[in-house]
């Protein structure tokens, strides 16, 4: 766990507007050298956009390998002085501003003496909205749900025929976007609490916090210091902000009180501003029925709360959106969304036995949320890197469905012990399959599978012990799905 000062994570409003304004200002007049901390495609991006319009830039990465040497060499082609496996610190302290990756912890010395030299340190996506400001934002954030959540945003935006795109912690890096000789009229903006953290200009057209749970305490000295930088979304709200929040979370609810704005909620378990009637099957928007929970392809009461959120934003985003006709189209576009890839995504069905890859739950939470959604016995592939939550809260919905739970990796040991004693008389379905490779815990689940069963990989833990992302470990479980298949 990081031993970060509290400082770090604790919001000073008037400093965070005066970064904001700096930044701007610079960027309305590029001149001298910028500082890009971190090679990732976010500072690859970041470098390309700054030097595109007049900055000088210098980028550097304490890592040296071959990703972030293939970054160095694009970097270089477009006159960027790089650095890898060391930071230039003085240098660092001398630019117009900095530039962070998100992936670049706060309390690294070069960051540290960026701020006591009194440079600016934003993220690529604080830079990104600055050049453009006729581009209006959802901007969607959350422990969970808040991928599946942006993408139905922008999927219920072009529906009505707007010009939007994804873009953020979604995938393609703002700066990608904001380079374009062309922008789009509409973000959809998923941000990572990591972003927020470095975004202090952010004043969202609608801003969406989906849920909110303990999240990245191998990188947090707290759950409170993970909140903080969530809270972070709200830091420039005003009397006409719009936001949309799930009712059915306590947190969220401290969180948003006091916020300036209107707050449209969202709810699976009672009544909302947009809500799930169970004695129906219908989701409920602004008092009327909406759509047939039948006909929302995605599995989960989760995904149901997820649609509810990015109708409501979109509702509220724009008055012209808000029409029957509008809504109708929306309804018609729900319909054919398809499951984004590693989110309690079925990735095989033989024999009677269901594949679900949902390799994106990589916190505890999110992977409670996949089991109380399962209705099969489960053959439960849980395990990777230890993010530095308890595993105990998985055992109720264990209880109810599970068959057999497969602990592997770098957490396998700690996940299991704490399962067994969590299921009690249960304990034995818990294995703990020491020094396994992922081929080999799956192997073992298919040959436990039987017609009926649900083989889940949902495993509560980041996949660096065995993978570069949880994407490369969903296209591979994907792959040995349909081998066994």
């Known amino acids: 766990m990081t031993v970060s000062s509290p400082s770090l994570y604790t919001l000073d409003v008037s400093r965070s507007r005066e970064t904001a304004a700096a930044v701007a200002r610079l960027l309305s007049r590029p001149a001298g050298e910028v500082a890009v901390i971190g090679l990732a495609s976010s500072g690859l991006a970041a470098a390309r956009l700054l030097r595109h319009i007049g900055f000088d830039v210098y980028a550097s990465d304490r890592s040296d390998s071959a990703s972030t040497r293939d970054a160095a060499d694009a970097m270089r082609a477009l006159g960027v002085t ?15 501003f900095v530039v962070v990756s998100p992936g670049v912890p706060p309390e690294i010395a070069p960051l540290q003496a960026a701020r006591t030299a009194n440079v600016p340190v934003v993220s690529e996506v604080e830079v990104a909205l600055r050049l453009m400001p006729a581009t209006r934002a959802i901007a969607v954030t959350g422990t969970n749900g808040k991928t599946t959540t942006t993408a139905l945003v922008g999927h219920l935006l072009r529906a009505l025929g707007e010009n939007a795109m994804d873009a953020g912690n979604i995938g393609v890096p703002l700066c990608d976007v904001a380079i374009r000789e062309s922008r789009p009229d509409w973000l959809a903006l998923e941000l990572s609490s990591f972003q927020l953290h470095d975004t202090p200009g952010l004043m969202p057209t609608v801003g969406v916090l989906t849920t909110l749970s303990a999240d990245h305490l191998d990188r947090y000295p707290s759950v409170d210091a993970y909140y903080a930088d969530k809270q972070r979304m709200f830091a420039n709200a005003e009397a006409s902000s719009r936001w949309v929040v799930s009712a059915d979370s306590a947190d969220i609810a401290t969180m948003i009180s006091g916020v300036p704005g209107t707050v449209a909620r969202f709810s699976v378990h009672g009544e909302a501003d947009g809500w799930y009637d169970r004695s129906s099957n ?103 890197r230890h993010k530095g939550e308890s595993y105990n809260a998985l055992a109720a919905p264990l209880l109810a469905h599970g068959k057999a739970v497969l602990c592997y990796g770098e957490a396998g040991e700690q996940a299991a012990r704490e399962l067994r004693e969590a299921l009690g008389d249960r304990a034995d379905m818990v294995q703990w399959l020491r020094d396994a490779t992922f081929d080999q815990v799956v192997e073992t689940a298919s040959s436990l599978a039987k017609s009926g069963d649900a083989v889940l990989l949902s495993p509560a833990c980041s996949s660096y012990d065995m993978f570069n992302n949880y994407a490369e470990r969903g296209a591979r479980f994907a792959e040995l799905a349909r081998a066994h298949a």
């Open 82 to 96: 790089v650095d890898l496996g060391q930071h230039d610190i003085p240098r660092i302290s001398r630019a117009a």
């Open 282 to 384: 219908q989701l409920i928007v602004d008092g009327t029925p909406f759509m047939s929970r039948d006909d929302v392809p995605l599995l989960g009461d989760h995904n149901v709360a997820n649609v509810l959120a990015a109708v409501l934003a979109v509702l509220r985003a724009d008055k012209a959106f808000a029409t029957a006709d509008a809504r109708s189209h929306m309804a018609q576009a729900i319909t054919r969304f398809v499951a984004l890839p590693h989110r309690l995504e079925p990735v095989a069905d033989y024999n009677g036995v269901l594949w679900i890859n949902d390799s994106k739950a990589t916190n505890v939470d999110s992977t409670l949320v996949a089991l109380q959604g399962m209705t099969r016995p489960i053959i439960h592939l849980l395990g990777g």
